[in-house]
């Protein structure tokens, strides 16, 4: 039903009107505030001052000083995850569609496998569709674009990206680099090592055993400290080898290709503090899909913000 905050209104001025002895004042001269709106616009004051309440139903409506903050600490960051989820499984299938040959999962297998990925984290098939839709029927060009750079103390960073716009997004990217003294330039690649991961709930044997059977192009098999199996292969094999299990009978728990740390970079108090403020930025700009780092921070390190959320710089966030 709909919110009512009139009688609660009038019963809280009556009360403030008693406790606090006003009572009607001589006439006023013409023009001027009659004293029951002055009144009144005095008491809608204290009500904003002290966060107003007001019954619907059973629901008690509150709006008060740390209204918001308290909703944002208990809900923004999950929301905020999944959003990101979200965001990179349709990056996903927007290149699925692009690269893969078309909107149509039937035909499309790496659209199929990019959808069967996005359910699996809880993304709406709805919304997956919706972006099929958008994306095949869209004019614009979408690129995709890698930037990498270093942050503070040495700290590799690696930028995918999605973009209709290569230049905007690069801009971008190049100032958040500049606002913690980073900078923009190619990391050696024995930093970083893309690797297609295939994971499966079989023990180790059976997946090397099918992948020999299925003739698939595998470089490891390995058992991770979770007891999942890892299937491992080279980047531009990465689809041929899932098509090959799939075939096979033998279906990967997840497929993906990852950008895996070689060589990492332990970071100090500060350094630390600044490298999470570049990841922070980086992840809010709207076209990024994923960020890799080889940064070791520092435990004790926590990144602060203001009242609009946005992360203060060290000096401010460690005052002395």
Excluded: C
């Excluded at 009512?4 to 009572?23: D, H, Q, V």
Aim: overall charge negative; glycine content about 8%; aromatic content about 6%.
């Amino acid at each position: 039903s709909a919110l009512r905050p009139a009688w609660p209104i009038r019963a809280a001025y009556g009360s403030l009107r008693s406790s606090t002895g006003l009572t009607a004042s001589p006439a006023k001269p013409a023009g001027s505030v009659s004293e029951g709106w002055g009144q009144r616009l005095w008491f809608l004051g204290l009500l904003g001052a002290s966060g107003f309440r007001a019954r619907d139903g059973q629901r008690t409506i509150a709006r008060g000083r740390n209204f918001y903050k308290n909703i944002l600490g208990k809900k923004g960051p999950a929301e905020r995850k999944q959003a990101k989820v979200t965001a990179k499984h349709l990056r996903t299938v927007m290149i699925a569609v692009r690269e893969g040959g078309g909107p149509d999962s039937t035909v499309n297998r790496m659209l199929r496998n990019a959808i069967k990925g996005a359910l699996k984290d809880n993304v709406p098939r709805d919304t997956i569709d919706r972006r099929i839709k958008a994306m095949s029927e869209s004019k614009e060009m979408f690129n995709e674009l890698e930037v990498s750079g270093y942050g503070p103390g040495g700290a590799a960073v690696v930028i995918e990206a999605v973009t209709d716009n290569t230049n905007r997004t690069r801009s971008v990217i190049k100032d958040a680099f500049k606002s913690v003294n980073g900078e923009v330039k190619n990391v050696g690649d024995h930093i970083f090592k893309r690797v297609g991961v295939l994971q499966f709930e079989q023990d180790e044997e059976k997946v090397l055993e099918a992948s020999m059977e299925a003739d698939a192009e595998v470089e490891d098999v390995v058992t991770t400290e979770n007891g999942t199996v890892e299937a491992l292969t080279l980047p531009e094999n990465f689809h041929n080898v899932v098509q090959a299990f799939e075939e096979a009978g033998m279906e990967p728990l997840k497929t993906e290709v990852e950008t895996r740390v070689e060589v990492e970079a332990p970071l100090g108090h500060e350094q630390t503090y600044e490298v999470l403020r570049l990841l922070h930025q980086l992840e809010d700009i709207d076209d990024v899909g994923e960020v890799h780092h080889n940064a070791v921070f520092n435990d004790e390190v926590e990144l602060k913000f203001n009242a609009y959320g946005i992360p203060l710089a060290y000096a401010t966030a460690y005052k002395k």
